[in-house]
């Protein structure tokens, strides 16, 4: 880690490759504005989801559900298909093997898309809750704490997943059709199409040891003012320290 | 473990040049300009790179056999041979980037800070523009070139992104890459592969300019244009092993007096290769490439009757003719 942190020119990877994510117009909208986009949207054309829910234990959709799920999709795009596919291009065209015949190792790259992505997490979480708060009188999240561990927790465990993807996958078409391929089905368990509370009981009890499905129900809890509860906690931390490990173990440069 | 990489003796000395804004390598070789006290290192010859008994294996298939070899400082080296021949894995394992299967390599440099490298298909992100990506490199590196005056050497604009570049222009910021640094050594792989003949002559201007810096040169090529214009001495390379080392003149004299015969036939030229007038004998194509000494001529037909060529010219060798003749099939 100090290692990477001294790295001669390390600043000036940082500011090429943010400014390289910039300049995809399509990644910045599907991770930034698209989750807030539809928040917001969602939020104001469906009239149900501003009435309170006594399925919601009295909250509004637009309260906690609605903006969780937004959050896990910023994180899940980002993890799933942004992070691996850059990497994977990456990989493919050579510019980590350029980098290995430089005083740079190229794992110095890896450090800084990791953490542009993480970055980027952040700006459309709270994105997403500062335009909720402003448009649809959406509150904060109440369990603060709660709701800031979760999200650290979930992303780790979803940027694992996708350093793992970006592993195993030989190029980059596959890895787009992958990352797409287990974006939707994770999406699905974590309630974006059918609230959990709506699922069956045994899909329910699925769900909540898949990545997603606890990490949308660790966020959507806090935003409500829940202590995130231990199960999700340890379902995340989990899957998180097993695709790192399967991440490092498979892990070509070239 | 068999292989010495990385620092060794250093053999020589930087220098600052101020206008080019960083520093440039004085070989040992012109010695005469060194201050007495300069210690000669007890390094046998000037060897900067020293290749012994490479050998190299990818599970069962054997990619390099038995290669060795020297590199003079300043020299532009040369390896040739066709495609699988196990040329790009020699360069890489001089590069760092493969570990010998037994054998050694030996770079009396810096691999990270001093060599410089250009790989085949290396390539960059669509959207980096050439002077991002050169000023990042040159960032890596701790006594960088100036990359400013790099870009106007090779003239590319810094404002053009990656995706935009013609393919003489990508091998042109590939060279450029590769100097950023300021390396000792530079190894080029089949840098003018793919490219127009003027983008090829353009390319083949900036290698031999490297050599006026006091650049080292590995270059890797299966063009013997390329070779015969540039370099001091080439090792050709086949199936893994080194033919014969020699510069390309010494190389064109090694295999024949310096004839050739183009013609195609119908008839067997196998009775030709008995002949002691002929040094080598081989098909391309539908021709048939004869080498051989000054009475080649006589001798052939001799033996194969004019009536039964046609097409027949006779010219001098060229270092395309003693590759042919070494390996017995054409390099390209």
Same mark, same amino acid.
């Given at each position: ?68 799920? $937004? +959050?896990?999709?910023? +994180? ?22 350029? $980098?290995? =015949? ?23 979480? =709270? ?40 592993? +195993? ?8 059709? +992958?990352?797409?391929? =287990? ?43 829940? =202590? ?27 | 473990?068999?292989?010495? %990489? ?199 201007? %900036? ?10 040169? %590995? ?114």
């Amino acid at each position: 880690m100090t290692a990477i942190i001294r790295t001669p020119g390390l600043g000036r990877l940082a500011a090429v490759e943010s400014r390289l994510f910039l300049r995809e117009p399509l990644a910045v909208f599907f991770a930034i504005g698209l989750p807030a986009a539809l928040l917001l949207i969602l939020g104001s054309a469906i009239p149900g989801f501003r009435d309170a829910s006594p399925e919601l234990g009295g909250l509004r959709p637009v309260d906690a559900q609605l903006p969780g799920m $937004m +959050v896990l999709l910023s +994180v899940a795009t980002l993890a799933l298909s942004t992070l691996p596919t850059a990497l994977v291009v990456y990989r493919e065209r050579g510019v980590l093997r350029r $980098m290995s =015949t430089t005083p740079v190792q190229p794992v110095v790259l890896l450090a800084v898309q990791l953490a542009i992505n993480a970055v980027v997490a952040v700006v459309a979480t =709270t994105l997403t809750l500062v335009s909720g708060h402003l448009v649809l009188d959406m509150p904060f999240p109440r369990a603060l704490l709660g709701f800031t561990v979760v999200v650290v927790l979930g992303a780790v465990a979803m940027f694992a997943l996708g350093l793992f993807l970006a592993a +195993v996958a030989p190029n980059s078409r596959i890895v787009q059709g +992958v990352g797409a391929g =287990t974006l939707f089905p994770l999406l699905f368990f974590a309630g974006m199409w059918l609230p959990r509370d709506l699922m069956p009981e045994a899909l329910r009890r699925v769900s909540d040891f898949t990545p997603t499905g606890a990490f949308g129900q660790g966020l959507v809890g806090t935003l409500g003012g829940h =202590t995130p509860s231990a199960l999700h906690l340890a379902v995340m931390a989990g899957w998180a320290v097993v695709a790192v490990i399967a991440a490092t173990r498979t892990f070509r440069w070239q | 473990m068999l292989v010495s %990489l990385g620092q060794a003796n250093v053999v020589g000395q930087w220098r600052e040049v101020p206008d080019r804004g960083g520093g440039r390598y004085t070989p040992s070789g012109t010695s005469a300009a060194f201050p007495a006290s300069f210690a000669i290192p007890t390094v046998v010859g000037m060897a900067i790179i020293t290749v012994d008994n490479l050998h190299k294996t990818y599970g069962t298939r054997v990619a390099v056999d038995d290669v060795s070899f020297s590199v003079d400082e300043g020299e532009i080296f040369g390896i040739v041979g066709r495609n699988g021949a196990g040329k790009t894995t020699t360069v890489e394992c001089v590069a760092g980037l493969r570990a010998p299967t037994s054998g050694t390599v030996h770079v009396d440099a810096d691999l990270k800070e001093q060599v410089g490298v250009q790989l085949q298909d290396c390539s960059m992100p669509d959207k980096i523009r050439v002077g991002e990506a050169l000023a990042l490199y040159a960032s890596f590196y701790s006594r960088p070139a100036d990359w400013r005056g790099l870009l106007s050497e090779v003239g590319l604009d810094p404002r053009t992104a990656f995706a935009k570049l013609s393919g003489g222009q990508r091998q042109r910021l590939s060279i450029a890459l590769a100097l950023v640094g300021n390396p000792r050594i530079a190894i080029l792989d089949e840098l003018t592969t793919g490219l127009d003949p003027q983008a090829r002559r353009d390319t083949w201007e %900036l290698i031999a300019r490297m050599r006026d810096r006091g650049v080292t040169v %590995l270059l890797v090529s299966h063009f013997m244009e390329e070779v015969e214009r540039l370099c001091d001495r080439v090792a050709v390379i086949s199936d893994g092993r080194v033919l014969a080392l020699d510069t390309p003149a010494g190389l064109v004299s090694q295999v024949s007096g310096g004839q050739r015969l183009v013609f195609r036939t119908s008839a067997s030229v196998e009775p030709l290769r008995s002949l002691p007038e002929v040094t080598g004998v081989a098909v391309d194509g539908d021709e048939v490439v004869v080498t051989g000494t000054a009475d080649v001529l006589t001798a052939v037909v001799n033996v194969l009757p004019a009536s039964q060529m046609s097409g027949l010219r006779m010219d001098r060798t060229t270092l395309d003719d003693a590759f042919l003749a070494l390996t017995g099939r054409p390099a390209a």
